[in-house]
């Protein structure tokens, strides 16, 4: 069984620069979830997709970062305009559903932004 | 609310010896526990994960951990460590509060586990 892809693994922008990351989760789970995980730090969830209906995005700072699943299956993040503090490995992962099942967790893309 | 505490950012130990990573969490419901593990460049795995069945729960490569709801704890243990254990650990807790149909997972800081030969 294939695992959560992400691409790209590495990007590195300036700031105020825009970036956009895609994941494509394990086929035939429902639930997306995007994390932010700071050096040194836990992952801390960003958002949620149910199919493609957002369950939770109250972490999400809307004002520059923007996520879709319009399809339901694989999903985008994007950062517009990016700061310093942006920089972070974005994680994606996938569960079957949403209450409680396992997560499964892509290798991550790692964002500088100088 | 739910939050994690992991008690130690890293923790050392000599090939052989027992593995020992500290976690405290807090709940408003009956969570689900788990431990992940973070090696380098590389994505999260699950070590294990406790939901309300057995107290003692067993996981992948030797690894165990004990769910002490007095003590709010769910600390993770391996009899003897191996070089390959080398990693960074988080402790999750996921709630999924009453009728809201979706459940959240809170990851601790991490506890960077070395091992010496």
Same mark, same amino acid.
């Given at each position: ?20 990351? +895609? ?10 979830? +995007? ?80 | ?117």
């Amino acid at each position: 069984e294939a695992g959560v892809a992400q691409s790209p693994r590495y990007k590195i922008i300036e700031k105020r620069q825009s970036v956009a990351f +895609w994941c494509n989760p394990i086929s035939g789970h429902a639930t997306l979830y +995007w994390y932010q995980q700071i050096l040194g730090q836990g992952p801390k969830l960003l958002i949620q997709f149910q199919n493609n209906g957002v369950v939770d995005d109250s972490q999400l700072p809307k004002d520059r970062f923007s996520a879709e699943r319009l399809k339901g299956v694989d999903s985008t993040l994007k950062i517009q305009p990016a700061k310093l503090e942006d920089s972070a490995v974005y994680l994606c992962a996938s569960s079957l559903g949403r209450g409680g099942y396992e997560q499964y967790f892509g290798p991550g893309t790692r964002l500088t932004v100088t | 609310a739910q939050s994690v505490t992991q008690l130690d950012s890293h923790v050392s130990v000599s090939e052989g010896t027992p593995v020992l990573l500290r976690c405290n969490y807090s709940s408003s419901y009956s969570p689900s526990l788990f431990w992940y593990v973070q090696h380098p460049n590389k994505g999260l795995q699950l070590l294990l994960k406790y939901t309300s069945a057995a107290t003692l729960v067993k996981g992948i490569n030797g690894f165990e951990a004990e769910f002490k709801k007095s003590e709010t704890s769910f600390h993770l243990t391996k009899p003897s460590a191996h070089m390959s254990d080398a990693a960074e650990y988080f402790c999750v807790v996921s709630e999924t509060p009453p009728g809201s149909g979706y459940s959240t997972l809170t990851f601790g800081k991490g506890t960077m586990l070395l091992v010496s030969p």
